[in-house]
């Protein structure tokens, strides 16, 4: 591991802007930096996905990854900044530095590698409205003919993801008439439908214990404050460990929606995302290499957790896959966002014996 030429990587691509929907430019750098490692077959599939290959006679591969989008719009400042402890700026952590340790084990398996062969991934479309688009084509391209998939994220060292969350996301958008309050009153405002309906959303429950989350992370809607809104909409994310409880609360969803129609008004209901369950058992023989090469390079206790990653996928399809974080930070999602740079040569030495297990060669 080349520490210097890592944060190096990791400086140039935060410096890319990479929202979800728009990462070619940050997906062209990384195919560059895949070929300059000296790794074969460097391209960009259909997705947007940079894939990359470090040979070998025995083919069935490992396929690590790490995805390229932010949750940054393509205006969002930038700024990267660092001391000793700390490298600090917007996506640095999710997932820039996961993609720079990509680079890193490009070059580091070629000087030893491990006996099969290794897939790089860069993906698209983790974040937000994303639905995993990317990590979708890469596991319907290899499906189940892979050693494992292990997905890298940039926080979180001390956690290793072995179960999805389940989450489905809804636009609602109601439209009416519109008018002046005065002149038109007993027409609906679709600003007062929606309020109305939003509440009774929140209301639900789909779960006793509290294995289930709804938030309503955007409305927009109306004119002026003297106006009859005549359009409102609403976004809702809704989370549970079990699919059940989410196939519950479309019911329940459809029945509020249909009910909040009133003369005058329209209501439509549109599922925008969707990302499956799935698990591997904490005693399975991937987790358990995962927790030895963590625990031999001194992270420990870790923690088994349930996640909403790229790995969503494949565990739904009952394919061995694992998330693992490679340091330590804080603030993400935020301007703040920062990682510690000390944990970060643990977290990749840990990475690196993982790829050399004995489970993964047989």
């Known amino acids: 591991m080349n520490l210097d030429r890592m944060l190096s990587n990791a400086a140039d691509l935060q410096g890319i802007p990479a929202p979800t929907f728009h990462e070619k430019p940050r997906a062209l750098h990384m195919q560059m930096l895949f070929r300059q490692a000296g790794l074969a077959d460097v391209a960009l599939d259909q997705s947007g996905n940079v894939i990359a290959t470090l040979p070998h006679e025995n083919a069935t591969p490992l396929l690590v990854s790490a995805h390229l989008d932010t949750v940054f719009p393509l205006e969002t400042p930038l700024t990267l900044s660092r001391d000793e402890r700390r490298l600090s700026g917007p996506g640095i952590g999710d997932n820039v530095i996961a993609l720079a340790a990509l680079i890193e084990l490009a070059h580091d398996l070629q000087i030893s590698p491990p006996p099969f062969k290794v897939v790089f991934i860069a993906n698209v479309a983790e974040e937000g409205l994303g639905n995993l688009a990317g990590m979708r084509a890469i596991v319907e391209r290899y499906q189940d003919d892979v050693r494992a998939y292990l997905v890298l994220e940039g926080f979180s060292q001390n ?3 072995n179960r999805a969350l389940c989450i489905r996301r809804y636009h609602v958008h109601i439209q009416t008439r519109g008018g002046h309050p005065w002149a038109h009153p007993d027409r609906p405002s679709a600003v007062h439908l929606l309020t109305a309906l939003a509440q009774r959303v929140l209301r639900l429950r789909l779960d006793r214990r509290r294995f289930s ?17 005549a359009e409102a909409s609403m976004e809702i994310d809704v989370r549970a460990l079990r699919t059940q409880a989410l196939e519950r609360f479309d019911e329940r969803l459809r029945h509020l929606c249909q009910q909040s129609q009133v ?6 209901l549109e599922l925008i995302g969707s990302r499956p369950a799935g698990s591997i058992p904490d005693h399975h023989r991937l987790v358990r290499a995962a927790l030895d090469s ?17 790995a969503n996928i494949p565990l ?27 944990p970060l040569q643990v977290g990749y030495q840990a990475l690196l014996s993982l790829i050399h297990h004995p489970y993964l060669a047989e």
Not at 294 to 310: E, F, N, W
Not at 325 to 334: E, Q, V
């Open 294 to 310: 963590l625990q031999k390079h001194g992270v420990s206790p870790v923690r088994l957790a349930i996640g909403s990653t790229d």
């Open 316 to 342: 739904s399809r009952g394919y061995p896959a694992i998330c693992m974080g490679l340091t330590l930070g804080g603030g993400a999602h935020s301007l703040e966002e920062y990682i510690e740079i000390d």
């Open 263 to 268: 003369t005058g008004s329209t209501v439509q």
């Open 213 to 229: 989350t709804i938030n309503i992370g955007r409305i927009e809607g109306g004119t002026s404050i003297n106006t009859l809104a």
């Open 159 to 161: 956690t290793l993801v």
